[in-house]
């Protein structure tokens, strides 16, 4: 089955994601932090990972980059969102995600998101 990692430290963003994860019928793991979110990456090797660019505990790079790091973090596609404007995207995909993307996500992103994980 599909699982979708959702960090976000906004409890309304995470809940909101976790109810397109459950409208499309994959299994969503929610985490509010870096070190939660990477525990959960670890254990459950997610196919894809919804990552906050803003966390309270770290931020969205570096979270990416110790993903990266670990052998099974390789498999995972990593999504940065932003409700910030995308300046400079090279600077995210060279960290390690595989797109960044602005907030909010709508429910055509995520299924877009979520083609050919299966």
Do not use: H
């Not at 019928?25 to 919804?50: K, N, T, Y």
């Not at 498999?75 to 969102?81: C, E, I």
């Amino acid at each position: 089955m599909v699982s979708v990692l959702i960090l976000d430290d906004d409890p309304d963003t995470r809940d909101l994601l976790m109810q397109y994860c459950a409208f499309a019928g994959v299994r969503g793991l929610p985490a509010a932090d870096a070190s939660a979110a990477l525990r959960i990456a670890l254990a459950e090797q997610p196919s894809l990972a919804l990552v906050d660019l803003r966390l309270v505990d770290s931020d969205g790079i570096q979270f990416v980059q110790k993903l990266r790091a670990a052998q099974v973090g390789k498999r995972t596609r990593v999504v940065l969102l932003t409700a910030m404007p995308i300046i400079d995207e090279n600077i995210y995909l060279s960290a390690g995600a595989d797109l960044v993307m602005q907030k909010p996500l709508g429910i055509p992103a995520f299924q877009d998101l979520l083609w050919g994980l299966a």
